[in-house]
């Protein structure tokens, strides 16, 4: 049985730094990402890491601030979230891609590729 669980979350203010966690069970081969969702917005894939392939992916709007990685050993996807601002004020969410064994550039923002989510997890930046 696949889960996927968030944690991490929570208030900073603007310039500081927020650290998620993205628990995993019931595979070991995915392209894993972090989405994100503000109000009234569409959903932005952020980032993405592959459980066991070698690609990396970032949006351009979190590209060198953000820093996703992985702790197999642990089933565990991070995401290192250094400089934020409050337009980084979102629901983020972990989703799984299981029919992927690496992440690639043309479907990794694709939130129809990703069959497992979780459950979400708010980040809250204040100016």
């Known amino acids: 049985q696949v889960h996927v669980v968030e944690s991490g979350g929570g208030s900073v203010q603007a310039g500081g730094s927020l650290k998620l966690s993205c628990a995993f069970s019931?595979?070991?081969?995915?392209?894993m990402a972090w989405f994100r969702q503000a109000p009234g917005k569409e959903r932005e894939g952020v980032a993405a890491i592959p459980t066991r392939g070698r690609n990396i992916y970032y949006s351009g709007s979190v590209k060198g601030r953000f820093t996703i990685s992985r702790d197999n050993g642990r089933n565990t996807v991070l995401l290192q979230m250094d400089s934020l601002t409050p337009e980084d004020t979102a629901m983020y969410y972990c989703a799984a891609n299981l029919r992927a064994y690496d992440c690639y550039s043309n479907t990794w923002q694709l939130d129809f590729e990703y069959a497992y989510w979780g459950q979400g997890t708010q980040v809250t930046v204040s100016s």
């Open positions: 019931g595979y070991s081969s995915a392209c």
